[in-house]
């Protein structure tokens, strides 16, 4: 997912609230200057690092 298409799925969260539904974004490194420049200003929800990249094998990735 680019930043654009996070940016406009988070506009959503509103409807995602209303469900219970969290959101949450996964990636798969850390590189701070990354991170800091997609949070919060594509993305305002939680942010989870993937070490292993366990979601990103277990998506065929």
Do not use: N, T
């Amino acid at each position: 997912m680019c930043r654009a298409e996070a940016h406009k799925l988070f506009s959503r969260k509103p409807i995602f609230d209303a469900l219970g539904v969290q959101l949450f974004v996964v990636v798969h490194e850390h590189i701070e200057s990354e991170i800091k420049d997609f949070w919060p200003r594509y993305w305002g929800g939680g942010v989870l690092l993937d070490r292993g990249r366990d979601f990103f094998k277990a998506l065929g990735g």
